[in-house]
Protein backbone atom coordinates (compact mmCIF):
# COMPACT_ATOMS: atom_id res chain seq x y z
CA UNK A 1 0.00 0.00 0.00
CA UNK A 2 1.40 3.70 -0.77
CA UNK A 3 2.15 5.41 2.36
CA UNK A 4 0.80 9.06 3.00
CA UNK A 5 1.83 11.73 0.56
CA UNK A 6 1.75 13.78 3.62
CA UNK A 7 4.44 11.96 5.68
CA UNK A 8 6.72 11.01 2.71
CA UNK A 9 6.63 14.83 1.35
CA UNK A 10 7.85 15.89 5.16
CA UNK A 11 10.52 13.38 4.85
CA UNK A 12 12.07 14.19 1.43
CA UNK A 13 11.40 17.70 1.56
CA UNK A 14 13.46 17.64 5.11
CA UNK A 15 16.37 16.09 3.57
CA UNK A 16 17.64 15.67 0.38
CA UNK A 17 15.38 18.59 -1.37
CA UNK A 18 15.69 20.85 0.87
CA UNK A 19 19.18 22.32 0.51
CA UNK A 20 18.42 22.66 -3.06
CA UNK A 21 15.87 25.04 -2.37
CA UNK A 22 11.91 24.27 -2.22
CA UNK A 23 10.59 24.47 -5.56
CA UNK A 24 6.70 24.40 -6.85
CA UNK A 25 5.62 23.51 -10.32
CA UNK A 26 2.37 24.52 -11.75
CA UNK A 27 1.27 23.20 -14.61
CA UNK A 28 -1.27 25.74 -16.37
CA UNK A 29 -3.31 24.93 -19.09
CA UNK A 30 -3.38 28.56 -20.86
CA UNK A 31 -5.06 31.58 -20.97
CA UNK A 32 -8.24 31.05 -22.76
CA UNK A 33 -10.09 32.97 -20.43
CA UNK A 34 -10.31 35.99 -17.85
CA UNK A 35 -10.71 33.30 -14.94
CA UNK A 36 -7.75 31.26 -16.02
CA UNK A 37 -5.60 34.31 -16.06
CA UNK A 38 -6.86 35.69 -12.40
CA UNK A 39 -5.91 31.83 -11.69
CA UNK A 40 -2.63 31.85 -12.56
CA UNK A 41 -2.24 35.26 -10.99
CA UNK A 42 -3.79 33.73 -7.78
CA UNK A 43 -1.27 31.10 -7.71
CA UNK A 44 1.99 33.53 -9.03
CA UNK A 45 1.05 35.90 -5.61
CA UNK A 46 0.68 33.68 -3.59
CA UNK A 47 3.94 31.96 -4.22
CA UNK A 48 5.40 34.84 -3.69
CA UNK A 49 4.05 36.36 -0.85
CA UNK A 50 5.29 33.00 0.78
CA UNK A 51 8.71 33.18 -0.66
CA UNK A 52 7.93 30.18 -2.47
CA UNK A 53 9.94 30.04 -5.88
CA UNK A 54 7.68 28.82 -8.30
CA UNK A 55 8.17 27.58 -11.69
CA UNK A 56 5.40 28.42 -14.32
CA UNK A 57 4.78 26.15 -17.27
CA UNK A 58 1.92 27.31 -19.64
CA UNK A 59 0.61 24.40 -21.82
CA UNK A 60 -0.82 27.32 -24.20
CA UNK A 61 -4.28 24.94 -24.44
CA UNK A 62 -2.46 21.70 -25.36
CA UNK A 63 -2.91 18.61 -23.31
CA UNK A 64 0.89 17.29 -24.88
CA UNK A 65 2.80 20.40 -23.37
CA UNK A 66 0.65 20.14 -19.90
CA UNK A 67 2.06 16.41 -19.91
CA UNK A 68 5.27 17.79 -21.13
CA UNK A 69 5.80 20.15 -18.10
CA UNK A 70 4.92 17.47 -15.63
CA UNK A 71 7.96 15.37 -17.08
CA UNK A 72 9.90 18.51 -17.16
CA UNK A 73 8.81 19.19 -13.08
CA UNK A 74 9.76 15.40 -12.36
CA UNK A 75 13.41 15.77 -14.27
CA UNK A 76 13.92 18.80 -12.22
CA UNK A 77 13.16 17.61 -9.53
CA UNK A 78 10.38 20.11 -7.97
CA UNK A 79 9.08 19.36 -4.06
CA UNK A 80 6.14 19.65 -5.33
CA UNK A 81 3.54 20.18 -8.49
CA UNK A 82 0.39 22.27 -8.51
CA UNK A 83 -1.74 21.21 -11.71
CA UNK A 84 -4.72 22.60 -13.58
CA UNK A 85 -5.24 19.67 -15.78
CA UNK A 86 -7.26 20.40 -19.24
CA UNK A 87 -9.05 17.32 -19.51
CA UNK A 88 -9.96 14.51 -17.48
CA UNK A 89 -7.86 12.19 -18.81
CA UNK A 90 -4.55 11.87 -19.78
CA UNK A 91 -2.93 12.24 -16.90
CA UNK A 92 -2.22 9.36 -15.27
CA UNK A 93 1.18 7.88 -16.66
CA UNK A 94 2.69 11.32 -15.91
CA UNK A 95 0.98 11.24 -12.61
CA UNK A 96 2.19 7.58 -11.69
CA UNK A 97 6.11 8.79 -12.51
CA UNK A 98 5.87 11.87 -9.80
CA UNK A 99 4.40 9.63 -7.31
CA UNK A 100 7.31 6.99 -8.00
CA UNK A 101 9.42 9.67 -7.63
CA UNK A 102 7.89 11.01 -4.25
CA UNK A 103 6.72 14.27 -5.80
CA UNK A 104 3.45 14.79 -4.06
CA UNK A 105 1.09 16.72 -6.67
CA UNK A 106 -1.93 18.92 -5.90
CA UNK A 107 -4.82 19.27 -8.27
CA UNK A 108 -6.87 22.82 -8.59
CA UNK A 109 -9.58 23.62 -10.59
CA UNK A 110 -10.82 20.75 -11.83
CA UNK A 111 -10.89 16.88 -11.33
CA UNK A 112 -9.30 13.79 -12.93
CA UNK A 113 -10.00 10.73 -13.75
CA UNK A 114 -7.22 8.68 -12.60
CA UNK A 115 -6.49 6.26 -9.63
CA UNK A 116 -7.14 9.27 -6.28
CA UNK A 117 -3.60 8.33 -4.90
CA UNK A 118 -1.75 9.60 -7.68
CA UNK A 119 -2.24 12.88 -6.09
CA UNK A 120 -2.71 14.61 -2.60
CA UNK A 121 -5.84 16.51 -2.97
CA UNK A 122 -8.08 18.41 -5.11
CA UNK A 123 -9.50 21.85 -4.64
CA UNK A 124 -12.18 22.93 -6.97
CA UNK A 125 -16.03 24.35 -7.15
CA UNK A 126 -18.77 21.91 -7.68
CA UNK A 127 -19.35 22.14 -11.46
CA UNK A 128 -22.39 19.99 -11.67
CA UNK A 129 -24.02 21.99 -9.08
CA UNK A 130 -22.84 25.35 -10.66
CA UNK A 131 -25.13 24.05 -14.25
CA UNK A 132 -28.13 23.17 -12.00
CA UNK A 133 -28.26 26.65 -10.44
CA UNK A 134 -28.15 28.12 -13.63
CA UNK A 135 -30.78 26.10 -14.67
CA UNK A 136 -32.68 26.73 -11.92
CA UNK A 137 -32.32 30.81 -12.40
CA UNK A 138 -33.32 30.13 -15.81
CA UNK A 139 -36.44 28.01 -15.04
CA UNK A 140 -37.52 30.47 -12.27
CA UNK A 141 -36.91 33.56 -14.37
CA UNK A 142 -39.01 32.25 -17.75
CA UNK A 143 -42.70 30.58 -18.50
CA UNK A 144 -43.61 28.60 -21.79
CA UNK A 145 -41.20 27.26 -23.86
CA UNK A 146 -37.72 28.04 -23.87
CA UNK A 147 -35.39 26.88 -26.82
CA UNK A 148 -31.69 26.69 -25.94
CA UNK A 149 -28.49 27.36 -27.24
CA UNK A 150 -25.56 25.54 -25.09
CA UNK A 151 -21.98 27.02 -25.70
CA UNK A 152 -20.23 24.16 -24.39
CA UNK A 153 -16.22 24.19 -22.64
CA UNK A 154 -13.31 22.34 -23.83
CA UNK A 155 -13.93 18.69 -25.02
CA UNK A 156 -13.51 16.26 -22.08
CA UNK A 157 -12.61 18.80 -19.52
CA UNK A 158 -14.29 18.26 -15.79
CA UNK A 159 -16.59 21.66 -15.89
CA UNK A 160 -17.51 21.22 -19.76
CA UNK A 161 -18.58 17.40 -18.31
CA UNK A 162 -20.16 18.31 -15.10
CA UNK A 163 -21.49 21.58 -16.25
CA UNK A 164 -23.66 20.28 -18.96
CA UNK A 165 -25.18 17.18 -16.41
CA UNK A 166 -26.11 20.07 -14.09
CA UNK A 167 -27.98 21.99 -16.51
CA UNK A 168 -29.24 18.77 -18.33
CA UNK A 169 -30.31 16.53 -14.88
CA UNK A 170 -32.42 19.99 -13.62
CA UNK A 171 -34.35 20.91 -17.03
CA UNK A 172 -35.20 17.25 -17.73
CA UNK A 173 -37.59 18.15 -15.05
CA UNK A 174 -39.02 20.74 -16.83
CA UNK A 175 -40.30 19.76 -20.05
CA UNK A 176 -41.23 23.52 -21.38
CA UNK A 177 -37.24 23.62 -21.35
CA UNK A 178 -35.34 22.89 -24.61
CA UNK A 179 -31.83 22.97 -25.73
CA UNK A 180 -32.04 23.39 -29.41
CA UNK A 181 -27.99 23.32 -30.11
CA UNK A 182 -25.23 22.30 -28.31
CA UNK A 183 -21.74 24.03 -30.09
CA UNK A 184 -18.38 23.76 -28.55
CA UNK A 185 -16.40 26.87 -28.07
CA UNK A 186 -13.28 26.07 -25.90
CA UNK A 187 -14.46 28.58 -22.84
CA UNK A 188 -12.91 31.13 -25.69
CA UNK A 189 -15.13 34.28 -25.98
CA UNK A 190 -13.86 34.68 -30.14
CA UNK A 191 -14.80 30.68 -30.43
CA UNK A 192 -18.19 31.60 -28.41
CA UNK A 193 -19.61 34.53 -30.51
CA UNK A 194 -18.84 32.35 -33.79
CA UNK A 195 -20.71 29.55 -32.37
CA UNK A 196 -23.64 32.21 -31.67
CA UNK A 197 -23.67 33.59 -35.06
CA UNK A 198 -23.65 29.86 -36.64
CA UNK A 199 -26.49 29.00 -34.32
CA UNK A 200 -28.47 31.94 -35.35
CA UNK A 201 -28.28 31.18 -38.52
CA UNK A 202 -28.90 27.50 -38.23
CA UNK A 203 -32.44 28.29 -35.83
CA UNK A 204 -33.32 31.43 -37.92
CA UNK A 205 -32.54 33.36 -35.14
CA UNK A 206 -35.01 30.87 -32.87
CA UNK A 207 -33.38 31.21 -29.46
CA UNK A 208 -35.02 32.44 -26.73
CA UNK A 209 -31.87 31.89 -24.08
CA UNK A 210 -28.40 30.99 -23.77
CA UNK A 211 -26.69 28.51 -21.32
CA UNK A 212 -22.87 29.48 -21.48
CA UNK A 213 -20.30 26.96 -20.14
CA UNK A 214 -18.26 30.23 -18.66
CA UNK A 215 -18.25 33.82 -19.09
CA UNK A 216 -16.21 35.10 -21.94
CA UNK A 217 -18.24 32.96 -24.35
CA UNK A 218 -21.56 34.56 -22.28
CA UNK A 219 -19.65 37.65 -23.84
CA UNK A 220 -18.82 36.52 -27.46
CA UNK A 221 -22.79 35.44 -27.76
CA UNK A 222 -23.48 38.92 -26.30
CA UNK A 223 -21.99 40.75 -29.17
CA UNK A 224 -23.52 38.33 -31.65
CA UNK A 225 -27.01 38.50 -30.29
CA UNK A 226 -26.01 42.60 -30.91
CA UNK A 227 -24.85 42.26 -34.22
CA UNK A 228 -27.97 40.07 -35.00
CA UNK A 229 -30.16 43.39 -34.01
CA UNK A 230 -31.27 41.79 -30.70
CA UNK A 231 -30.76 43.13 -27.08
CA UNK A 232 -29.05 40.14 -25.19
CA UNK A 233 -30.88 40.38 -21.66
CA UNK A 234 -33.89 40.82 -22.86
CA UNK A 235 -34.45 39.85 -26.48
CA UNK A 236 -32.29 36.52 -25.27
CA UNK A 237 -31.66 35.87 -21.94
CA UNK A 238 -28.21 34.72 -21.46
CA UNK A 239 -27.06 32.72 -18.07
CA UNK A 240 -23.70 31.69 -17.87
CA UNK A 241 -20.61 30.86 -15.06
CA UNK A 242 -17.62 32.26 -13.35
CA UNK A 243 -18.70 35.75 -12.49
CA UNK A 244 -15.88 37.59 -13.73
CA UNK A 245 -15.58 41.97 -13.66
CA UNK A 246 -16.76 41.53 -17.06
CA UNK A 247 -19.73 39.20 -16.13
CA UNK A 248 -20.70 41.86 -13.45
CA UNK A 249 -20.57 44.80 -16.15
CA UNK A 250 -22.46 42.99 -18.52
CA UNK A 251 -25.25 42.34 -15.68
CA UNK A 252 -25.19 45.92 -14.76
CA UNK A 253 -25.67 46.68 -18.16
CA UNK A 254 -28.93 44.89 -18.21
CA UNK A 255 -27.05 42.49 -21.14
CA UNK A 256 -26.33 39.20 -18.67
CA UNK A 257 -29.03 37.77 -17.10
CA UNK A 258 -27.10 35.85 -14.58
CA UNK A 259 -23.90 34.40 -13.09
CA UNK A 260 -23.08 31.78 -11.12
CA UNK A 261 -19.86 32.33 -9.35
CA UNK A 262 -16.52 30.14 -9.60
CA UNK A 263 -13.60 30.77 -7.59
CA UNK A 264 -10.36 31.12 -9.96
CA UNK A 265 -8.59 32.27 -6.57
CA UNK A 266 -7.07 28.97 -5.49
CA UNK A 267 -3.35 30.27 -4.85
CA UNK A 268 -4.19 30.37 -1.11
CA UNK A 269 -5.36 27.20 -0.76
CA UNK A 270 -3.79 25.46 -3.06
CA UNK A 271 -0.31 26.99 -0.90
CA UNK A 272 -1.75 26.09 2.80
CA UNK A 273 -2.40 22.09 1.11
CA UNK A 274 1.52 22.40 0.06
CA UNK A 275 2.59 23.71 3.53
CA UNK A 276 0.22 21.30 5.64
CA UNK A 277 2.22 18.35 3.33
CA UNK A 278 5.54 19.38 4.26
CA UNK A 279 3.95 19.21 8.08
CA UNK A 280 3.58 15.71 6.90
CA UNK A 281 0.08 15.90 7.20
CA UNK A 282 -2.45 13.89 5.10
CA UNK A 283 -5.02 16.14 3.13
CA UNK A 284 -8.59 15.39 3.09
CA UNK A 285 -9.20 14.23 -0.87
CA UNK A 286 -11.28 16.78 -1.45
CA UNK A 287 -12.01 20.44 -1.14
CA UNK A 288 -15.20 22.19 -2.54
CA UNK A 289 -14.96 26.24 -3.33
CA UNK A 290 -17.69 27.86 -2.14
CA UNK A 291 -19.81 29.83 -4.93
CA UNK A 292 -22.51 32.32 -5.34
CA UNK A 293 -25.37 33.52 -8.04
CA UNK A 294 -25.20 37.02 -8.92
CA UNK A 295 -28.22 38.75 -11.14
CA UNK A 296 -29.82 41.93 -11.70
CA UNK A 297 -30.33 41.89 -7.61
CA UNK A 298 -27.18 42.19 -6.12
CA UNK A 299 -24.12 42.23 -8.70
CA UNK A 300 -24.09 46.25 -8.52
CA UNK A 301 -23.52 46.18 -4.58
CA UNK A 302 -20.79 43.08 -5.60
CA UNK A 303 -18.91 44.53 -7.91
CA UNK A 304 -16.43 47.05 -6.56
CA UNK A 305 -15.54 43.54 -4.20
CA UNK A 306 -14.33 41.85 -7.48
CA UNK A 307 -10.98 40.68 -7.40
CA UNK A 308 -11.05 38.77 -10.82
O1 LIG B 1 -12.05 25.14 -15.05
C1 LIG B 1 -12.69 26.34 -14.85
C2 LIG B 1 -13.12 26.94 -16.17
O2 LIG B 1 -12.03 27.03 -17.05
C3 LIG B 1 -13.67 28.33 -16.08
O3 LIG B 1 -15.04 28.38 -15.93
C4 LIG B 1 -13.34 28.86 -17.42
O4 LIG B 1 -13.53 30.22 -17.57
C5 LIG B 1 -11.97 28.34 -17.58
O5 LIG B 1 -11.38 28.51 -18.76
Redesign the pocket.
Known sequence: MRASFGLLFALIAGCAREPKGFVVGFSQ?GA?????VAETESIRSEAAARGIELKLADAGGKLESQVAALHAFLARGVSAVIL?PQRKDGFEPALRELADARIPVVVV??GLDCDPSLFATLI??D?TDEGRRAAEWLIAHTQGEVRIAELE??AG???AIERKRGFDERIAAEPRMRIVKSVCAE?QLPKGKEAMEAIWKAEGGGIDAVYA????MALGAIQAIEEAGKAPGKDVLVVS??A?KGAFDAIVAGKLSCAVE?S?LLGPAAFDAIERLRRGETLEKRTVVQDRVFDATNAAAERPNRKY
Open positions: IESAWRADRASFGTSDPFHNDDIDTCP
